[in-house]
């Protein structure tokens, strides 16, 4: 069972404020046990592979420096605040938090980003462009959430952070230990530390359009035959010499949609398990699953996700694509679940199960312990 749930009406939540309105959810988890305490934080963002940075104001003037941060860094006066992503591939406790969240795809999921700030401590009032839920951990934090915002709505200019020059709030929360507040792509929020005090912020990642296009694409030229030539047979007789006609343009289209509506999901999953970050390297030698004993577990951090045909399963990591029989479904659940999964087990289920784990091994999708 999941160590933490999230007091959610969820078929509630998904009709009606999911990529729509902001909600806060006072208690949202109940008896919260904070993962880690912003010492331990401070410790990570001292790391050289570690992002994270601190933001502070001076006025009305904004600064962010990055790390790694050494013992003086926090040795400031003022008020500060240090923010570090992907908590959740460092600390099991923090990933913990990704199931209260299962109600949402796997592959959705980004990162958990997680701040510690002084009294008055702030990132600045600011919009995002992905679906973050901010879960209050010790002490206090005001927030404040404003109206929505696009690419036209003005910046401040005299800081290179992303801050909303004009920023009227619209609802105020003072969140508390185990507070949830859920904010849409486009909303305005702004959050001030009341003492001193830490968050944890899951957020969303969304695939742009111009990604997807792109990668749709780019997989039907590749499976568009070079015989394929624009057609036009039955057409009527040219009235004027070198005119394209409006039907001409209507033929042309009409082919082309339908040299793309191919009901095929790799282009799509190839997409959305894309990921910046840099993979680990799988080990040297490779084990061979078809005789290992032990267990996998998926990477932290690792982009994983299927789909499933009438009669096979499309296996998506980094991506990439593999081939996988339908069998092998649970063992996929299992992972994307961030399960442990008994190679012996999964072996039994099908004699593909050591191709697909060495796949993923070698994608650095999974790691093997004895």
């Known amino acids: 069972m999941p160590r933490y749930r999230l007091q959610l009406d969820v078929e509630r939540f998904l009709a009606e404020y999911w990529q729509r309105e902001h909600l806060f ?67 099991d406790e923090a990933a913990d938090l ?5 109600f949402l795809p796997s592959w959705r999921l980004d990162d958990i980003m997680m701040s510690y700030a002084t009294d008055g401590g702030s990132a ?46 619209r609802h105020e929360y003072l969140m508390s230990a185990g507070d949830v507040l859920y904010v849409p792509p486009g909303v ?25 296009l792109a990668r749709w694409a780019d997989n039907t030229l590749n499976s568009i035959e070079d015989e394929a030539l624009f057609h036009d047979a039955g057409r009527e007789p040219a009235q004027r010499s070198g005119e394209i006609t409006n039907k001409d343009l209507e033929r042309a289209r009409v082919q082309l949609i339908q040299a793309l509506d191919k009901k095929d999901a790799r ?30 577990t998926r990477t932290p951090g690792s982009r994983l996700a299927w789909h499933g045909l009438a009669d096979e399963l499309l296996v ?27 190679i012996a087990v999964a ?8 191709g697909l784990l060495r796949w993923l091994y070698h994608e650095g999708a999974v790691l093997y312990y004895e």
């Open 188 to 212: 305005a929020h702004y959050g001030t530390s009341v003492g001193e005090s830490t968050s944890f912020s899951i957020g969303f990642r969304a695939p742009r359009h111009s990604d997807l």
């Open 316 to 342: 998506f990591t980094h991506g990439s694509v593999h081939d996988a029989p339908l069998a092998l479904q649970p063992l996929l659940e299992s992972l994307c679940s961030h399960q442990d999964v008994d």
């Open 267 to 296: 282009w799509f999953g190839e997409v959305v398990t894309e990921t910046g970050t840099v993979r680990p390297e799988p080990l040297d030698p490779v084990p061979d699953f078809a005789i290992a004993r032990g267990w996998i």
């Open 98 to 102: 990704l199931n209260a969240v299962s």
């Open 25 to 91: 959810i006072p208690g949202g988890f109940a008896g919260f046990e904070v993962p880690a305490d912003g010492n331990e934080l401070a410790g990570l963002a001292m790391d050289a592979d570690i992002d994270g940075r601190i933001v502070s104001a001076d006025g009305d003037h904004w600064h962010q420096e990055r790390g790694p941060f050494t013992v003086e860094s926090y040795q400031r006066s003022g008020s500060w605040t240090l923010l570090v992503q992907s908590v959740d591939q460092h600390w």
């Open 124 to 169: 600045g009032p600011h919009y995002d462009n992905y679906d973050v839920f901010i879960i209050q951990g010790e002490g206090q934090r005001c927030w404040q959430v404003g109206p929505r915002c696009n690419s036209s709505s003005p910046l401040m200019d005299n800081t290179d952070l992303r801050l909303l020059a004009d920023f009227t709030p």
């Open 347 to 354: 072996r039994d289920a099908h004699d593909a199960a050591a």
